[in-house]
């Protein structure tokens, strides 16, 4: 009789354990659903973050200031020129930072739904998923014409500059050399949007596919009109959509560009007969890769470098296949050093983006098989896998060297405290500045290195060694910190943002200053020498150095004047260009390469925000998730790693983002989730029950059974549990898992069907 109400009393305790765990875990997901902050301390304190950049008002542009500045000093001739150049370069800078933002990404997971779910589609479904589609074609159409309507008048510009012979033309009457290295790198940028474009959907043919299934589907439509309950004007709309598209797709964007029907062909056909031209690119080319090679790699690699460096790469090939020549043997040169240092370049969502492949699909099939292009691109095979073995090198050499830089950035970050406004010190700021720079520079070599390692690894299907990949998981949770350091101090940066890009404006201003001052001078001093009456006329070439000399002071002061505003992207392109242009005057010894660096320096300050979101989500991680299970089994083996756990969970869970912003479906999302919760379950949850329970068992069975050895855990070497039910709930994009909760659910269910010890064992 006892022992059956024993047995009653047992069976009450768990049926009572059981909705607690039911009760408590909905509570916990009516949490997580109702917006209330997260309980684990590294995210941020609530769900609004600030982002802020540095903006004009409206219609106080780049142009409008640029006319205002001549107005002051009457040479409009020298504004118009620069705010002509500078309007298209930041034209193409919007249109490839609306490709970069949603459109790759979109393009890489298109029909990706179809992979997800394991099964063929059915009869209809590409059409209606390419019908969904449309609009990011629309988008995609829209930037290619708006680029290459901005790329031909910028290229018939350039023509222009370097073939005038006119005298009376300011200020191209003044210059020495051409110098223009922003207006062929916003060239570049433009340029590499079309090349994107091809590699991806090269890669994706389901793009192709499924529009080639529409356009059939269209014709049975225009043929049935009536049927389908659609206007013929609408029909017809759609119809010559799809078939621009695929005159595009079958054609190939970039060289869609070069072939004799091209808006471009016109501009084209200029650049080809100028020499002058050419040679400046090749000038251009060969400054820009030399500075390049010398960073990249190292400590002063700056975030923007790789993609300066696809933007180099379709400049030549865009010049290679409009002049049907050779390039120089000092172009190959140092293009064969960037593929040898950097031979894949990753884009937006994870993409890789191999630049052999890219000589060898978009140079003209005649130029492809000379023996200086040919040869780069046969030895491309050895040279990724001579990268893979360098990037291992420089991971195993400098992996403590980073995580010491990490440890005193991050206390020293961490414990910086924003003064109050009337104490803001100068040298305060500059060292906060030169505490974003360093965060920002070590986030950007940490992704490189962890992005290309993985990737390569699979992409080679070279084995991952178990130190490296603990070691390469470490760099992840350092990437996951830095992000959370800089959302926890995001308030107070974003109260000194003004303070900083007014100190870096105020150092271009010191270097500008005494240019405007040397001018004013020599100024005055022509003017005096005119008024001595015919001896100015003994003086050659004195009207031409008048000239020179008051297009340079008013390059300088349009140059002050675009300092005095708030530092937008527009405004720093176009003191970038106008910098340029007063340096290809030759007149003043201008310290290009101190202004420079202050530009490159402004640039990644005023976005340090995006560069850091960037950087430190792990959208590439998708890709290869299969590493999750392995990184989590690791940590769990390692207590001391506890603590990496919420990071890795958060990395894995950006990938989230990523279909998001490739507007994946809702199957596509909750597959991801189950395989994040799955993954965790099995190899976090499961083995802590198992082996508390096996602890538990053991010892009771110690404590209980005449002759066992009694085991005292803190002198055996048993492991203490413990620490993984004291951390808080894991979050997950779409829940919490309550590690503790669960491990109780399963010993009620586990001790309370007396599986420990049989009841005769109790008499």
């Known amino acids: 009789m006892a022992s059956l109400l024993l047995e009653q009393q047992e069976k009450l305790r768990r049926h009572v354990d059981e909705w607690r765990f039911r009760s408590r875990a909905a509570l916990s997901e009516l949490s997580s659903g109702s917006g209330t902050p997260s309980p684990t301390p590294s995210a941020p304190s609530g769900p609004v973050r600030l982002r802020v950049a540095p903006a004009d008002p409206a219609g106080a542009g780049a142009v409008s200031l640029l006319l205002t500045a001549a107005a002051a000093d009457d040479n409009v001739a020298v504004a118009k020129f620069v705010a002509v150049l500078s309007h298209s370069s930041v034209e193409i800078s919007r249109l490839s930072d609306a490709a970069s933002k949603g459109l790759y990404r979109q393009l890489v997971l298109f029909g990706h739904d179809a992979g997800v779910s394991g099964e063929a589609l059915l009869e209809g479904e590409p059409q209606k998923l390419f019908a969904h589609s449309i609009p990011l074609l629309l988008e995609l159409y829209e930037i290619i014409n708006g680029l290459i309507m901005i790329l031909g008048n910028l290229l018939r510009q350039l023509d222009v500059i370097c073939s005038v012979r006119d005298k009376n033309v300011r200020p191209l009457n003044s210059f020495r050399n051409f110098d223009l290295r922003t207006v062929f790198g916003s060239l570049g940028e433009g340029l590499t949007v079309f090349l994107l474009l091809d590699e991806i959907l090269r890669h994706n043919g389901h793009v192709k596919s499924y529009l080639s299934l529409f356009s059939r589907m269209m014709s049975k439509v225009k043929s049935e009109v009536d049927i389908f309950g659609m206007s013929v004007e609408d029909v017809d709309f759609l119809d010559q959509v799809v078939h621009n598209l695929q005159k595009i797709f079958d054609s190939g964007l970039f060289h869609r560009l070069l072939q004799v029907d091209s808006p471009l062909r016109s501009s084209i056909d200029l650049v080809r007969s100028n020499k002058k031209l050419l040679d400046a690119f090749h000038s251009c080319f060969a400054e820009s890769s030399s500075e390049i090679i010398l960073r990249i790699g190292s400590s002063k690699e700056l975030p923007y470098d790789r993609k300066t460096i696809l933007h180099l790469v379709a400049l030549l090939l865009f010049f290679i296949s409009a002049t049907d020549e050779t390039p120089d043997k000092k172009s190959m040169k140092l293009l064969t050093e960037m593929f040898q240092m950097v031979p894949v370049i990753y884009i937006e969502g994870g993409k890789r983006i191999v630049l052999s492949d890219l000589m060898k699909c978009y140079c003209p099939p005649a130029l492809s098989s000379l023996p200086p292009i040919k040869e780069a691109c046969e030895a491309f095979e050895i040279m990724k896998n001579n990268y893979l073995a360098h990037l291992n090198e420089v991971q195993s050499r400098d992996i403590q060297a980073i995580n010491d830089t990490l440890s005193c950035w991050s206390v020293s970050f961490q414990s910086a405290v924003h003064p109050s406004s009337q104490m803001l010190t100068e040298e305060w700021v500059r060292h906060l500045q030169k505490q974003i720079l360093q965060g920002v520079v070590l986030a950007d070599r940490i992704h490189i290195l962890v992005q290309s390692m993985l990737d390569l690894h699979m992409h080679l299907k070279v084995p991952l060694r178990r130190e490296k990949a603990k070691s390469l998981c470490q760099m992840i949770v350092s990437l996951k910190s830095i992000g959370d350091l800089f959302n926890t101090r995001g308030s107070n940066i974003v109260r000194s943002l003004p303070h900083i890009i007014n100190i870096i404006q105020s150092d271009i201003e010191l270097l500008l200053v005494p240019l405007k001052t040397r001018l004013q001078s020599e100024i005055a001093k022509a003017d005096q020498v005119s008024k001595t009456g015919f001896l100015s006329l003994l003086r050659r070439g004195s009207a031409e150095m008048e000239t020179k000399l008051l297009d340079s002071l008013s390059l300088v002061l349009i140059s002050l004047q675009l300092l005095e505003g708030s530092g937008s992207s527009p405004r720093q392109l176009t003191l970038s260009i106008t910098v340029d242009i007063l340096h290809s005057l030759g007149h003043l010894d201008v310290e290009l390469c101190k202004v420079r660096k202050l530009l490159s320096k402004f640039r990644v300050l005023s976005n340090f925000q995006s560069l850091i979101e960037e950087r430190t989500k792990c959208c590439f991680l998708y ?141």
């Open 623 to 763: 890709w290869i998730k299969e590493m999750l299970s392995t990184w989590l089994s690791m940590v769990y083996g390692d207590a001391c790693k506890l603590s990496w756990l919420q990071n890795i969970v958060d990395a894995f869970s950006d990938g989230t983002s990523l279909l998001e912003l490739g507007n994946m479906g809702p199957v596509a999302l909750q597959s991801y989730e189950e395989d994040i919760e799955n993954a965790l379950r099995e190899e976090v949850v499961a083995p802590l029950c198992r082996d508390i329970e096996t602890d538990l068992r053991l010892h009771v069975h110690s404590t209980r059974l005449k002759g066992a050895v009694v085991v005292n855990p803190t002198k055996t070497g048993v492991r203490n549990l413990s620490w993984y039910l004291r951390m808080k709930p894991l979050r997950l994009p779409f829940k919490f898992v309550d590690v503790k909760l669960l491990v109780e659910n399963h010993l009620n269910s586990a001790f309370y069907t007396y599986s420990v010890m049989p009841n005769y064992d109790n008499k």
